[in-house]
């Protein structure tokens, strides 16, 4: 017996011996798979990557190194720009060069900027019917990194300055209600009208009072710990009505879609505020990707539209997982790949280094690039500003499969457009102004 249990000692050490080196000799595997995709990644983005003579549309003396990307992004009825930190002037100067080149040269009609429906819906509206400057009017209602920095104000300008063309270049924004000056002060004011005109019971109910109550603490971004029973089942009735209804208005302050989009958003921003920092609970992408097929079926239909947004939205991903619903919670560009499908063209725009604005406090903080990764890849074959849209051979494909997410290239994003260094963009103080009566 005892030489038994000695026998049986030995077997499971040899087996533990034996696990260990599988495990070793699969993590080694691993890491020579990596290294020889690396490699292979190296070689086809030296011999594929495309040039680029300049980020800044002011220093370009022609579109001509745009034309590998026109051609990249073929049929495609949507071009959604990446950029990567909500703060590299670098990317800026290029996302504006791009969608003068998209609304130039291939077409395109409108701009979709990361920012509140309701808020740039009035500073269109103001445009055109006040003839009011929409580079003005963006502080406080478009995200300050695009309306407060020298760079980025510039696809603003360009927009203002084809406005009265025959062919304008229409701007709309697809966020929910985030703090901007005309969501906190009109939308609920503007909702309550609407309900009027279409004497929805909604008014009437005893918990009208603590919807607004609570809509109105979520648009300003303050709605965590409030009592959400009544606002629940009233934002649910308020869904219910305006939802299902497919009339469409004259204008989009008249149309039931319209409003559904925005008593959502309320919604969505409701449950983030109440678990802040949790992607876990985040329903905004969810709410994003939902304004955004609206509006490519609404007041957009039939248009070419480009998309203005940061990465972490745009580039197909799983956000999340809800805790409570077990339910994957994916980004804005991973709901729009499945709905568009080859109708989509997503490219990203890649700093390999440099440094970028933490816009939060104002200071900076350095690009990093991690040596298995796309970027890392460029870096390594000595490449230093360009464009790469993305293999068709399988092959090629899966050795992209294997370098470091966030992303997959060829799967999750279409294209990149890479540069060596970001530059730090800075906030200006542009003042809010109110909008023309």
């Given at each position: 017996?005892?030489r038994?249990?000695?026998?049986?000692?030995?077997?499971?050490?040899?087996?533990?011996?034996?696990?260990?080196?599988?495990?070793?000799?699969?993590?080694?595997?691993?890491?020579?798979?990596?290294?020889?995709?690396?490699?292979?990644?190296?070689?086809?983005?030296?011999t594929?990557?495309?040039?680029?003579?300049?980020?800044?549309?002011?220093?370009?003396?022609?579109?001509?190194?745009?034309?590998?990307f026109?051609?990249?992004?073929?049929?495609?009825?949507?071009?959604?720009?990446?950029?990567?930190?909500?703060?590299?002037?670098?990317?800026?100067?290029?996302?504006?060069?791009?969608?003068?080149?998209?609304?130039?040269?291939?077409?395109?009609?409108?701009?979709?900027?990361?920012?509140?429906?309701?808020?740039?819906?009035?500073?269109?509206?103001?445009?055109?019917?006040?003839?009011?400057?929409?580079?003005?009017?963006?502080?406080?209602?478009?995200?300050?990194?695009?309306?407060?920095?020298?760079?980025s104000?510039?696809?603003?300008?360009?927009?203002?300055?084809?406005?009265?063309?025959?062919?304008?270049?229409?701007?709309?924004?697809?966020d929910?209600?985030?703090?901007?000056?005309?969501?906190?002060?009109?939308?609920?004011?503007?909702?309550?009208?609407?309900?009027?005109?279409?004497?929805?019971?909604?008014?009437?109910?005893?918990?009208?009072p603590?919807?607004?109550?609570?809509?109105?603490?979520?648009?300003?971004?303050n709605s965590?710990?409030?009592?959400?029973?009544?606002?629940?089942?009233?934002?649910a009735?308020?869904?219910?009505?305006?939802?299902k209804?497919?009339?469409?208005?004259?204008?989009m302050?008249?149309?039931?879609?319209?409003?559904?989009?925005?008593?959502?958003?309320?919604?969505?921003?409701v449950?983030?505020?109440?678990?802040?920092?949790?992607k876990?609970?985040?329903?905004?992408?969810?709410?994003?990707?939902?304004?955004v097929?609206?509006?490519l079926?609404?007041?957009?239909?039939?248009?070419?539209?480009?998309i203005?947004t940061?990465?972490?939205h745009?580039?197909?991903?799983?956000?999340?997982?809800?805790?409570?619903?077990?339910?994957?919670?994916?980004?804005?560009?991973?709901?729009?790949?499945?709905?568009?499908?080859?109708?989509?063209?997503?490219?990203?725009?890649?700093?390999?280094?440099?440094?970028?604005s933490?816009?939060?406090?104002?200071?900076?903080?350095?690009?990093?690039?991690?040596?298995?990764s796309?970027?890392?890849?460029?870096?390594?074959?000595?490449l230093?500003?360009?464009?790469?849209?993305?293999?068709?051979?399988?092959?090629?494909?899966?050795?992209?499969?294997?370098?470091?997410?966030?992303?997959?290239?060829?799967k999750?994003?279409?294209?990149v457009?890479?540069?060596?260094?970001?530059?730090?963009?800075?906030?200006?103080?542009?003042?809010?102004?109110?909008l023309?009566?």
């Amino acid at each position: 017996m005892r030489r038994y249990a000695l026998g049986m000692m030995l077997g499971l050490a040899l087996v533990g011996c034996g696990e260990k080196t599988e495990t070793t000799q699969t993590a080694s595997d691993k890491a020579t798979s990596v290294q020889a995709a690396l490699s292979a990644a190296q070689d086809w983005l030296k011999t594929n990557a495309k040039p680029l003579t300049a980020l800044d549309a002011g220093q370009a003396a022609d579109r001509q190194d745009l034309a590998a990307f026109g051609e990249a992004i073929g049929d495609a009825r949507v071009v959604m720009l990446n950029e990567d930190s909500y703060a590299d002037a670098n990317a800026f100067e290029l996302m504006n060069r791009l969608v003068q080149y998209l609304h130039q040269d291939k077409g395109f009609d409108a701009l979709l900027i990361e920012s509140a429906m309701f808020d740039v819906e009035a500073m269109w509206r103001s445009a055109m019917e006040k003839d009011a400057s929409l580079t003005e009017l963006a502080p406080g209602r478009v995200f300050y990194m695009y309306s407060q920095t020298d760079a980025s104000r510039k696809v603003l300008q360009y927009a203002d300055s084809v406005r009265s063309s025959a062919h304008p270049l229409q701007l709309y924004g697809f966020d929910i209600p985030l703090a901007g000056t005309t969501s906190i002060n009109e939308l609920i004011p503007a909702l309550e009208s609407y309900l009027q005109q279409r004497n929805s019971p909604a008014l009437s109910d005893a918990a009208w009072p603590a919807y607004v109550e609570v809509a109105k603490k979520a648009i300003s971004l303050n709605s965590q710990g409030a009592d959400l029973a009544q606002f629940s089942k009233l934002s649910a009735q308020l869904e219910n009505e305006l939802c299902k209804d497919a009339a469409t208005g004259n204008a989009m302050r008249s149309d039931a879609g319209w409003w559904c989009r925005q008593v959502r958003g309320i919604s969505a921003n409701v449950i983030r505020q109440q678990h802040r920092d949790d992607k876990n609970y985040d329903y905004r992408d969810t709410a994003m990707a939902d304004n955004v097929q609206w509006l490519l079926n609404q007041p957009l239909k039939d248009k070419k539209v480009i998309i203005w947004t940061n990465s972490s939205h745009g580039i197909a991903a799983v956000a999340g997982t809800n805790p409570d619903t077990k339910q994957a919670i994916h980004t804005m560009g991973w709901h729009l790949q499945s709905q568009l499908g080859p109708q989509l063209y997503g490219v990203k725009l890649s700093p390999l280094g440099g440094q970028v604005s933490r816009y939060w406090d104002t200071g900076e903080q350095p690009v990093t690039i991690d040596a298995n990764s796309p970027e890392g890849a460029l870096k390594a074959a000595g490449l230093k500003q360009g464009f790469i849209n993305a293999p068709s051979d399988q092959a090629m494909l899966a050795n992209f499969a294997q370098l470091k997410k966030p992303y997959v290239f060829g799967k999750d994003i279409n294209g990149v457009f890479f540069y060596e260094a970001a530059i730090a963009a800075k906030q200006g103080t542009h003042p809010i102004l109110p909008l023309p009566n």
